[in-house]
């Protein structure tokens, strides 16, 4: 694969916990993202990063942070954690001057109960 | 804003059949397009892609796709489904410059009867 891990690939957590998702890449991306998959839905942009340090809002980023401190890892955090959050993430990344798209990490599913 | 429409939630297609699943787009300027397919559990991966030139593009597994600006669509093709195509399919459109933050369609799930 492109060199792009997540970690966990499963996680439950109790509402109103704090829950962090990691990203990590090996390829040196600039661009990094975290999308949330939910049926009837598709995937939806929560957070993106194009740059240390450079971080911005998607269309559905209520409830979600993120952190990137250095190239290879973009972090999600839940704040606290609810019901509503339950989904699958994942993460992409992409390189400016490239037309590949995206290459997707495989997913974490998170269960909120 | 850009936008992505996947108008079949499910389809199933025979074992040989030829299949072909739908995507029309909304952007104001050229697009760039892209097909993933997802197996179960499993991450996206990048069937085609659209940038500029020729409008039939080529891409793994027998797939093809058709890029037609005067319909704002998109079309995946296969002249002829495998079992093991069985999956997800979803649609995204992009900008046309180095930072892609692409928008997805609901996708559309390929059912494939013996």
């Known amino acids: 694969d492109a060199g792009i891990t997540q970690s966990p690939r499963h996680k439950v957590t109790e509402t109103g916990t704090p829950v962090t998702l990691r990203c990590h890449q090996t390829e040196n991306h600039r661009y990094m993202y975290w999308y949330r998959q939910d049926p009837g839905h598709g995937l939806r942009l929560i957070h993106y990063s194009y740059g240390v340090k450079d971080t911005d809002k998607g269309e559905v980023s209520d409830g979600y942070s993120v952190s990137r401190s250095k190239t290879e890892d973009f972090l999600l955090t839940l704040e606290s954690a609810t019901s509503s959050q339950t989904s699958v993430y994942f993460c992409?990344?992409?390189?400016?001057?490239?037309?590949?798209?995206?290459?997707f990490g495989s997913g974490t599913r998170l269960t909120v109960v | 804003a850009q936008s992505v429409t996947q108008p079949d939630i499910h389809i199933t297609v025979s074992e040989g059949a030829s299949l072909e699943l739908r995507c029309n787009y909304s952007?104001?300027?050229?697009?760039?397009l892209f097909w993933y397919v997802q197996s179960p559990g499993q991450g996206l991966q990048l069937l085609l892609k659209y940038f500029s030139g020729d409008t039939l593009v080529q891409g793994i597994k027998g797939f093809e796709a058709e890029f037609k600006r005067s319909q704002s669509s998109f079309n995946l093709r296969k002249p002829s489904v495998h079992w093991s195509d069985a999956a997800e399919y979803f649609c995204?459109?992009?900008?046309?410059?180095?930072?892609?933050?692409?928008?997805f369609g609901t996708g559309t799930r390929l059912l494939v009867s013996p």
């Open positions: 952007y104001g300027a050229t697009p760039y």
């Open positions: 992409a990344i992409s390189d400016p001057g490239t037309t590949g798209g995206y290459t």
């Open positions: 995204a459109v992009g900008a046309n410059t180095g930072f892609q933050k692409l928008v």
